[in-house]
């Protein structure tokens, strides 16, 4: 059984940085992809990246790409979210989330992930 631990998040600027981190225990990432999502008051919880921990192939929202970045640490088995140019909009509840990678390539999808974090405040003033 996987189990996700998120931490990084706070209170930052518009046009700041957060680093966000997503540890697993009980097992290692391999064979999995690992996506991060997250959720707005009063919205649906969104896909914001994902990355192949085999390989590290990255997919992105549209609205981050270019800001945000997604890598692996096999040392230490995390995943982390870098997230640059912050925006007010970019605030909302994130989650990392694992998946056992099936072959048929990344999933936008919450309903397709398995195993969840507890999540973490990202809060961009304006």
């Known amino acids: 059984q996987v189990q996700l631990v998120e931490s990084g998040g706070g209170l930052v600027q518009a046009g700041g940085s957060l680093r966000l981190s997503c540890a697993a225990s009980g097992r290692t990432f391999s064979g999995y992809s690992v996506g991060w999502f997250r959720q707005a008051p009063g919205k649906e919880r969104k896909f914001v990246g994902a990355i192949f921990w085999s390989g590290g192939s990255t997919y992105y929202l549209d609205s981050v790409k270019g800001r945000f970045t997604i890598s692996r640490d096999h040392a230490k088995n995390t995943v982390a979210l870098q997230m640059n140019s912050l925006k007010p909009e970019d605030t909302a509840v994130y989650y990392c989330?694992?998946?056992?990678?099936?072959?048929?390539?990344?999933?936008?999808?919450?309903?397709?992930?398995?195993?969840w974090g507890q999540g973490t405040q990202v809060t961009v003033s304006s």
């Open positions: 989330a694992a998946r056992r990678d099936n072959g048929l390539g990344y999933s936008a999808s919450p309903s397709s992930y398995d195993h």
